[in-house]
Every structure is written in C-alpha cells, then in structure tokens.
C-alpha cells in the first residue's frame, strides 16, 4: 500500500502495484461485530452468575473465546464447551444485522476490479465466518476463507496468513494484509506480509506507536469465535 497516497475523496489507500493479493480478516475488519460478540457472550454467562465487564472484555478483544474463557477471572471453573455452545447461538440468530465495515468493503472492491485474489484470514469459525459472508453478500468475492479449524495456531502466529497465501498461491510478501486488533496486525507481520489496519473506522498505515496506542484504549470490533 501507499504509505501517503489516498484515492481523491475516498477513505480507501492507494494498492500498490507490488501486491498481488488481499487477506482479510473478518470481524472487526470486513464486518463491525463487536457489539454482537460481547452481547453474545454476556448472555451465556448470564446464567453461570459471571459477569463480563467492558473494560476487561476491551483489553482482551482480540482473543477467541476459550481464551477469553480461560483467563476471564472464575471462568476456569465454567462449562466452557457449553458457553460456547449458547453464545455461537445468539449469535447466529442474530448474523443477519451485522454490518460491513464500508472502507474495507471498499478495498475489497478495488482488489476484485484489478484482478487481484482476496482471502478471509480469521481467527473465528467457520460457523460463524460462513454465514457472516452470506449476511454480507460477500461470500463470493473470496477465493478462499481460512478460519481457526484450518490451522493449529491462532493469531498472532502467522500461520492463518501463511495459510490465506499459500492458497492464494501469492508469497506472502505480494500479499496486503487487513487486520483491526493488535494480535492479528503481529500475526500478519510475522508472516512477511505489508499490513493495514482498521481504526475508528478509516483505513491506515500500521505504525508501531499506533499499535502500542491501541492497546491502550477500546479497540475495533473483534472477538473471534
């Protein structure tokens, strides 16, 4: 990407003619989610007595949910499986109000008109990833979607987006990753590829100091599940 170029009167970077592919992840980044997911969780804890409070459920947004369970403080104890069970619930009945995150929608775009693969690297499952892209309309511009069942390790080991590129067929290098949460920004670092991120929702350019920043303060819309 240009690091200082924008399309005239878009939110949307410049794609620089060195990449070859886009990956994605999806919540927080291709879809605002982060409401739902902390509804969704709430509401399974709701009946254990536990509660889920915002700013702890902040710091640790990007992390799926047997990690948000392992180190949510009493969640050692719970039914974790059947917490799982009862948040994927809510919210699958609610997937079809979730919203895309319009500037990456808009870069998705761009990569599809000049020819270049898209992929979805998540840290999510696929049964919830699948049914987002189906609420969005989006499912058919991917060439592939990589979610946490394809790999052994989830963000930040780049091994989701090593994975996105080898199916992609594109080095990883070539390929221009989009990720809104701290771990995921590391995870597509670590796999070789240049990275964007999602902030307030406007794309830009990763910068240390911005990442460091943003574990600080509420961040995008993310829990994978």
């Not at 999806?26 to 409401?35: I, N, Q, V």
């Not at 702890?56 to 403080?73: E, F, K, Q, T, V």
């Not at 696929?126 to 060439?143: H, K």
């Not at 946490?148 to 221009?176: I, M, Q, S, Y």
Request: hydrophobic residues 40%.
């Amino acid at each position: 990407m240009s690091r200082a170029r924008h399309s005239t009167g878009s939110c949307v970077p410049t794609i620089d003619k060195q990449v070859e592919a886009l990956v994605l992840d999806f919540d927080g980044t291709l879809a605002d989610t982060r409401r739902e997911h902390e509804n969704a969780l709430r509401t399974a804890l709701d009946p254990y007595g536990v509660a889920l409070a915002p700013a702890w459920y902040r710091r640790h947004i990007g992390l799926s949910i047997h990690d948000l369970l392992a180190m949510l403080p009493g969640g050692q104890v719970l039914p974790r499986d059947e917490i799982v069970q009862r948040s994927r619930a809510h919210l699958l009945a609610s997937v079809h109000t979730i919203t895309p995150v319009p500037c990456v929608v808009e870069l998705l775009r761009r990569a599809r008109r000049a020819g270049l693969p898209c992929a979805v690297a998540s840290g999510a499952s696929q049964l919830l990833v699948s049914p987002g892209l189906d609420a969005l309309g989006l499912r058919d511009a991917f060439t592939t979607v990589v979610t946490r069942e394809d790999v052994t390790h989830g963000k930040p080991n780049p091994e989701l987006f090593l994975t996105a590129a080898r199916r992609l067929d594109v080095k990883p290098e070539h390929c221009l990753a989009v990720d809104d949460a701290p771990d995921g920004i590391a995870s597509a670092r670590a796999a070789g590829m240049r990275v964007i991120t999602v902030i307030d929702g406007h794309l830009t350019t990763v910068h240390e100091e911005a990442t460091t920043a943003r574990r600080r303060r509420p961040r995008g819309a993310r829990c994978p599940y």
